[in-house]
């Protein structure tokens, strides 16, 4: 792993800014490129990541439905779009960040994102519905439930690795 320390951070313009680049051989997937910053400052924090090899832009559609689907790989770049059937869509953007991680990850990931909009959130409604989708999620990652998650990515840069996944070429 490579990395700079005291460079410029572009949020809060300290010198704190920590770059790291590092390179994976992630099987069925390839070689990637995993780029990362981090301000001590001011808590500034973006990821991404990149291909090494070309790959065509895919859709991934993966069932959640047993406690070993919770530890199938799941590549996800910046310019990818995960969604949750009628719970979650997380759009690529400028705040989206890459990473190589679990389902169960993912998971944990889109629970915290729930839990976040509805801290402090004064509608009745959308607190029930938050906590909800929260209940729903922990059943899952309890192997209790079922769930189905998608990742679309044009660039080819994404992945869940499972045969148990459908691919579809977008
Ligand atoms: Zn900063």
Excluded: H, W
Excluded at 41 to 57: I, Q
Excluded at 115 to 136: F, L, M, P
Aim: glycine content about 8%.
């Amino acid at each position: 792993m490579e990395e700079i320390s005291g460079q410029q951070c572009m949020m809060c313009g300290k010198n704190e800014l920590t770059l790291r680049e590092d390179e994976l051989d992630i099987p069925y997937f390839g070689r990637v490129a995993v780029f990362g910053m981090s301000c001590t400052a001011c808590g500034y924090k973006k990821s991404d990541l990149e291909p090494l090899e070309p790959r065509e832009g895919a859709e991934y559609t993966f069932e959640v439905s047993c406690e070993a689907d919770l530890n199938v790989k799941v590549i996800k770049s910046g310019s990818a779009t995960l969604k949750i059937p009628r719970m979650i869509t997380q759009s690529s953007g400028p705040a989206s960040n890459g990473y190589i991680t679990t389902v169960e990850g993912v998971l944990e990931r889109v629970k915290s994102a729930i839990q976040a909009s509805i801290n402090g959130e004064d509608d009745k409604s959308v607190r029930t519905k938050g906590k909800n989708q929260i209940k729903k999620l922990n059943n899952v990652l309890a192997g209790r439930d079922k769930i189905k998650l998608i990742i679309s990515d044009k660039s080819g840069c994404s992945s869940i690795v499972s045969d148990k996944v459908t691919t579809k070429k977008i």
